[in-house]
């Protein structure tokens, strides 16, 4: 078995399946905090699933996309945590 085909039957699978778990939490979470961890977690399996994309298809052009991507995420990360610590402190 190749690296190539270990990535495609094996490691491709299970992010996928790892997405499909972690869309469920995001849609069932009961507060706001569990879904905002959620899609955070979401966009950092999906800047892995990108990655993983970009070395089967020797491409390295979706690795950039993949850099954006996570930038964005660790963005509206913070500015959320800002929000809530603002909200704690306005009561």
């Known amino acids: 078995m190749t690296v190539e085909e270990y990535l495609i ?11 499909a778990f972690i869309f469920i939490r ?3 979470g009961p507060q706001v905090v569990d879904r905002v961890v959620a899609l955070d977690l979401l966009i ?18 979706f690795l950039d996309v993949a850099m954006i991507l996570a ?8 500015a959320f945590s800002y929000y809530i610590y603002r909200r704690k402190n306005d009561d």
Do not use: Q, W
Request: a positive charge.
């Open 71 to 78: 930038l964005i995420a660790f963005l509206s990360t913070v």
């Open 44 to 61: 950092t399996v999906g800047v892995g699933f990108i990655g993983l994309f970009s070395i089967i298809t020797s491409n390295a052009i």
């Open 9 to 19: 039957y094996v490691v491709m699978p299970i992010i996928c399946l790892s997405l």
């Open 26 to 28: 995001f849609l069932k």
